[in-house]
């Protein structure tokens, strides 16, 4: 597997730093690992760069995990990146929702560095 | 007085659904047909709120610093304890969830999310603090059922200084949590309306 390009997308920067190292700790090979503080920040990195993954916060400022992932479909550039949500906001409504706009997995907050190991393992092996 | 000489449109567009009244150009929604808000039932938990407001605690310390929780204290947030991260709950459940520390805590608790040292109160450690409200108010409300999905949370707010009261203006219940992390005492407290 190719190093992984990464994006992490939430208005915590504590949470973006978090996330990060838990990707660094997860044993994969990592290439770039990007942040970003909202949605528009976040597409704007997904028009400047090329990515194989997005972690991506619900509840942020400006624009939203949801709004996000609506605005990331009609992008060019956003074609083909698995979407991981990361978020306090696991109900299954969201759950579902997410999903129908194209993530692919969820992770809930409190979580572990191998969660996430695991959550991102699932959605990029089906594709390698 | 006008006369209403034409039927605004109605239902056509399912209920919720809002526009313009092609005859007479009026904002028109059929909000007002959606049936009866009902009353809020009122939550409460098999064993009291004490319970799931301390496991979602320890697991977010658990499993977010590294570090378990200590024994709780016998005292109220005095003015050390100048470092509060306050979170809003809304919905099936009413009120907010606060985290109150000292700076020392609060370093502490960002250090260990950071993997770093952190000894002076900056922009890190309010948003730290921030974020461990924000988890432990998530965390309690998944574990309570039917209220991940009838409850929403405000994003946090972060409040600097020890020398103030609270005073929730709605009756209701206060629930307080004492713990240490790392020697330091910390007070997480629900109060919810009725």
């Known amino acids: 597997m190719k190093a992984i ?8 920067s504590v949470m973006r730093k978090i996330v990060g190292r838990a990707l660094r700790q997860s044993g994969m090979e990592m290439g770039a690992i990007l942040e970003a503080g909202d949605g528009v920040e976040g597409l704007a990195q997904v028009r400047t760069n090329r990515l194989d993954l997005i972690l991506c916060d619900i509840n942020m400022p400006v624009m939203d995990g949801m709004e996000f992932l609506r605005q990331l479909r ?44 695991e959550s991102v393992l699932g959605v990029l092996e089906p594709q390698s | 007085m006008s006369v209403l000489t034409h039927t605004h449109p109605e239902l056509e567009e399912g209920i919720g659904s809002a526009g313009h009244c092609p005859a007479c150009h009026s904002l028109w929604s059929n909000s007002a ?23 979602s605690i320890r697991e977010v310390f658990e499993m977010m610093l590294g570090s378990e929780t200590g024994p709780g204290v016998d005292y109220p947030p005095n003015h050390d304890a100048n470092l509060t991260a306050m979170i809003g709950i809304a919905g099936q459940l009413m009120g907010t969830m606060a985290v109150r520390c000292t700076t020392a805590a609060a370093c502490g608790m960002a250090g260990a999310m950071l993997g770093i040292e952190v000894t002076e109160p900056n922009e890190d450690v309010r948003d730290a603090l921030g974020e461990v409200c924000n988890m432990v108010a998530g965390n309690f409300k998944h ?30 219940e206060r629930v307080v949590v004492s713990f240490t992390f790392q020697g330091e005492p910390v007070w997480v407290s629900l109060d919810l309306h009725e």
Do not use: N
């Not at chain 1, 956003?78 to 579902?96: A, L």
């Not at chain 2, 049936?35 to 319970?51: I, M, S, Y």
């Open chain 2, 33 to 55: 047909l959606l049936p009866k808000k009902a009353p809020r039932e009122r939550v409460f938990p098999e064993g009291g709120w004490f319970p799931i407001m301390r496991a």
């Open chain 2, 143 to 172: 574990k309570i059922s039917g209220l991940a999905e009838g409850c929403s949370l405000s994003c946090p707010t972060v409040i600097s200084g020890g020398d103030y009261q609270v005073h929730p203006l709605a009756q209701g």
């Open chain 1, 74 to 117: 009609t992008e060019e550039k956003g074609k083909g990146i698995s979407v991981v949500m990361v978020t306090t906001e696991g109900s299954e409504s969201h759950v579902i929702d997410a999903i129908s706009l194209g993530a692919r997995g969820y992770i809930r907050k409190p979580f572990t560095a191998e969660q996430v190991k």
């Open chain 1, 5 to 12: 390009d990464v994006l992490i997308i939430d208005d915590s």
